[in-house]
């Protein structure tokens, strides 16, 4: 069993479309969570961060933490086709034991479609 | 300003030939990092320095040489390459190694030939 699952999708919603993107984890030392968005052949870039279990908004983007059950979630409101694009959770673990190594899920390809 | 820049965006080269890709950051973050990413697949961690010090190499081949001149500069050099090795090559860098994320560059996609 993969430390972090992710479904790979691809996953096809309509403009406007709110749109749900998941990681479940098994190692409970996670404590920070990211979710990266890349664009083909481009670099992740860092869209949310969080350290803690609820939700953290930024802009259309909701990034919601379930500690209890190893479960991270990405909202996407009114989702745009620019949003097309892969999305990678990833997530270490807490002070001197995080050795800078960051454990991505999978990816899931997102496609909004005008 | 959270940019990490990658020369050259493109390279080709030869199983004999000898190159370098470079990384830059002025953010004054002190934990740089080389990442291999094939197509679909996630970025896979290559090697960590944190204070220009080398402190993680996950048992990479020795024809991929990481050095860190300067905090703000990263470089892979690459030596009898296998076409095996073609990849997108990121780099990243952070506060430290701990609990703090990562910024990426935008890569070098590599081909050898």
């Known amino acids: 069993q993969k430390e972090v699952e992710q479904d790979p999708g691809p996953l096809s919603v309509p403009e406007g479309a709110i749109v749900s993107l998941n990681c479940t984890y098994s190692?409970?030392?996670?404590?920070?969570f990211m979710w990266y968005r890349q664009y083909s052949r481009k670099g992740p870039e860092l869209l949310m961060y969080?350290?803690?279990?609820g939700n953290k908004e930024d802009g259309r983007f909701t990034a919601q933490v379930d500690k209890s059950s190893k479960y991270i979630s990405l909202f996407i409101r009114d989702s745009q086709p620019s949003d097309s694009a892969t999305y990678l959770c990833?997530?270490?673990?807490?002070?001197?034991?995080?050795?800078?190594?960051?454990?991505f899920g999978q990816g899931t390809t997102l496609q909004v479609k005008p | 300003d959270t940019e990490v820049t990658q020369t050259p965006k493109h390279l080709v080269m030869g199983m004999t030939n000898k190159k370098s890709l470079k990384c830059e950051q002025h953010?004054?973050?002190?934990?740089m990092y080389w990442y291999k990413q094939k197509a679909k697949k996630p970025p896979e961690l290559m090697f960590v320095?944190?204070?220009?010090?080398?402190?993680i190499n996950e048992s990479v081949p020795s024809r991929f040489s990481p050095e860190c001149p300067n905090s703000s500069l990263l470089n892979l050099h690459l030596h009898a390459l296998q076409p095996e090795d073609s990849a997108l090559y990121l780099c990243?860098?952070?506060?430290?190694?701990?609990?703090?994320?990562?910024?990426f560059g935008p890569g070098t996609r590599l081909t050898v030939t």
């Open positions: 990833a997530m270490s673990v807490r002070g001197s034991s995080n050795t800078g190594k960051l454990i």
């Open positions: 190692n409970s030392a996670f404590q920070y």
């Open positions: 969080t350290y803690s279990s």
């Open positions: 953010m004054g973050h002190r934990a």
């Open positions: 320095y944190s204070y220009e010090k080398l402190s």
């Open positions: 990243a860098s952070s506060w430290g190694t701990s609990n703090y994320e990562q910024y």
